[in-house]
């Protein structure tokens, strides 16, 4: 790249252009121990010292063909083996600060796939590599993976069968999460995906690059020319249009096959553990420990995960939020579901003039009231589900979104709800108890 070469740079320049807010990272990003720096066609290969541990056979670098994906704490692209040029892949980058949570996703995929003979393995992204490399924002972790569609980008196109398909796929990632001993601590919706169908893996790259066939991108072009440095990236790209190479398949007419991604907040359970990081979606009680408790960080549990699948699976059928942000008025929002304060909240609820002043919305009546709208609006949402199978679903969710963690069903007891077996066509894990231990266990 030419200009000045500044491997330190501490900040981002004001540039002539300006990224994308929806589709592209901020480019304040772009600096000493953060985001690396990618351009199209770039082969990302393995420091030698710290990867010498990977396998004989491991690919020896992966070239850049698309961006994938985004967020602050990576950046995700298609890319391709360099000694296998028919092998598409999902080449994960994540920033320089977060190499503690790269190493933790890592350190928990690898343990659920030892455990893979597991009833829900296959629900849990398969990690296919991962090494370190060095770049001028700082040293980075690297983690490969199978190709996945957000489920984001699929959920308004899916009919209600498939729908439910991915529901179970989704609690049987978790119940094997939780069987295994991890909690995964950020399930959201776009920390879920489905796999791409099987013809996308033997398919040629030249053909999938054919569908992909445009990139979109937003120069970076710093007003003050000495400011182009090598922490910056030529350009920002936006996500492809993966959809179209799901649909040239026929990920539509298929068996869906959803799975739990981005475990970066996993921990075992039971883990002492300092390192919190906050969820996209929280459960109240963690929102409560915040707001509640100055400003506490609660670990996840795997109760919590209960509560955040139990909001995606209602944003699945509803394309409605369960709750709508993470400030105090979440607990006014969770109360109101539930139909009562409770104990522990109420000191913090007398003490906050917005709780206090909304305390009358809070009765069990209208907690009926919210339930039916909601169930109403998943039957018109989904006009193909008869209303007993709305009820059961119904049932479940609000077992799992309970306020109290206590109240809320294990991931084994999730799948063995009417909701998902009363066809009988979906195993059942083993019960288990709400730390993951199997019950048969001796």
Excluded at 166 to 171: K, S, W, Y
Excluded at 227 to 234: A, G, K, M, Q
């Amino acid at each position: 790249m030419n200009g000045i070469e500044d491997t330190s740079c501490a900040f981002a320049p004001s540039c002539f252009f300006d990224e994308d807010f929806f589709l592209q990272e901020p480019l304040d990003l772009y600096r000493r121990g953060y985001l690396h720096p990618v351009a199209i066609s770039d082969i990302i290969r393995p420091d030698p010292s710290p990867s010498a541990s990977r396998s004989q056979d491991a690919p020896s670098g992966y070239r850049i063909l698309h961006k994938l994906g985004k967020g602050g704490e990576a950046t995700v692209w298609l890319a391709q083996e360099v000694d296998r040029l028919d092998r598409a892949v999902a080449l994960k980058i994540f920033s320089a600060d977060c190499f503690s949570a790269a190493e933790r996703e890592a350190g928990a995929l690898k343990a659920l796939k030892a455990s893979e003979n597991g009833v829900g393995s296959e629900n849990v992204l398969c990690l296919l590599d991962e090494f370190t490399f060095t770049g001028p924002n700082g040293v980075h972790k690297v983690h490969i993976t199978e190709v996945v569609v957000p489920l984001w980008k699929l959920s308004s196109l899916l009919p209600a069968v498939a729908k439910k398909k991915v529901a179970t796929d989704l609690a049987r990632g978790l119940a094997h999460v939780h069987h295994c001993g991890f909690i995964h601590g950020d399930i959201h919706f776009g920390n879920v995906g489905c796999a791409m169908p099987s013809g996308f893996t033997m398919d040629r790259i030249v053909d999938t690059m054919a569908r992909l066939y445009e990139y979109d991108v937003t120069m970076v072009v710093p007003i003050k020319p000495a400011y182009r440095t090598r922490s910056l990236p030529p350009y920002l790209v936006s996500p492809c249009e993966i959809l179209r190479v799901y649909k040239h398949h026929g990920g539509y007419n298929a068996d869906q096959h959803a799975k739990l991604l981005d475990f970066g907040n996993a921990r075992r359970i039971g883990e002492e553990d300092t390192d919190v990081t906050g969820c996209v979606c929280p459960p109240p009680e963690a929102v409560f420990a915040y707001h509640g408790c100055d400003g506490l960080e609660m670990p996840p549990t795997p109760e919590g995960d209960i509560w955040c699948l139990g909001a995606v699976m209602f944003a699945l059928f509803t394309d409605e939020g369960i709750t709508y942000d993470r400030t105090s008025a979440l607990l006014l929002q969770q109360a109101k579901l539930h139909g009562v304060i409770p104990p522990a909240w109420q000191t913090h609820w007398d003490k906050t003039q917005f709780l206090h002043t909304n305390s009358a919305e809070v009765t069990l009546e209208n907690a009926e009231a919210e339930w039916t709208r909601r169930r109403d609006n998943f039957i018109q949402e989904n006009p193909e589900v008869d209303a007993a199978e709305a009820d059961l679903l119904i049932s479940l969710l609000r077992q799992m979104l309970a306020t109290d963690p206590d109240d809320r069903p294990s991931a084994a007891e999730v799948l063995a709800h009417r909701w998902f077996t009363e066809d009988g066509a979906m195993p059942v894990i083993p019960a288990q108890d709400r730390n993951g231990r199997s019950l048969q266990d001796p």
